[in-house]
């Protein structure tokens, strides 16, 4: 079924957005599933999972996006690995991928991710505090801003969630004028199992679909 959802989703996705398969709580067996049905890009939200499936699946040519909360003690589970970190959510977490990256040599390609949703639990910046930090982008010289991620509210409410999406892609164009020499600053991640359809109306590059993949999880 893995294969069939793939070839399913991909034959309504625009040949220039990029799919990243949410693997999180499904074993390594899914993730290789998927690979065989041309699945290169994969995210998981948990470092300690994120880690182990990395070391698992070494075999194959994957991108790794990690799209969950991380902690600072935990980033040595991660930027070693991540293609893409789309959920750097604090100034705190920011300066830490700062710090990592200098004492290990490696630039980290980062999404900073705003707080778009009506949900007060969400996480993720304001427009001030992203404005804020990438007018001094040219201080973190290990980390390359990407673009921006975001979730829409939890809601079944289209109209909501089209809201949500406006937000950030309006956002995303005033960013895209006022740093032209962000020269990656070129992603929007909006989008996920029950909404990505919409989101591909406010301009995403990304979207993270899951459970229309794989299946309800199955640990």
Known sequence: MIREHIAEIRE??????????????????AIREAYAAGQRRFGE???????????????????????????????????????????????HLLDAIQDWGKANDKVIRVLLELHIGAEETKSGFKEEEVLDILFRADKYKNISFCGLMGMASHTDNEDD?????ARIADFKAYLDDLFPELADFKELSIGMSGDWKLALDYGATIVRIGTAIFGERQY
Do not use: M
């Not at 309504?12 to 067996?29: D, G, I, N, R, T």
């Not at 969630?161 to 999406?165: L, P, V």
């Open 161 to 165: 969630i089209r809201a949500d999406f």
């Open 45 to 91: 939200n948990r470092p300690q999972e994120f880690a182990a499936k990395v070391e698992e699946l070494k075999d194959l040519d994957l991108e790794w996006h990690f799209i969950g909360h991380l902690q600072t003690n935990k980033l040595k589970l991660v930027l070693p690995y991540a293609d893409l970190v789309q959920s750097v959510d604090s100034q």
């Open 12 to 29: 309504q996705l625009p040949s220039e957005v990029k799919l990243v398969a949410v693997s999180k709580f499904h074993p390594a067996e």
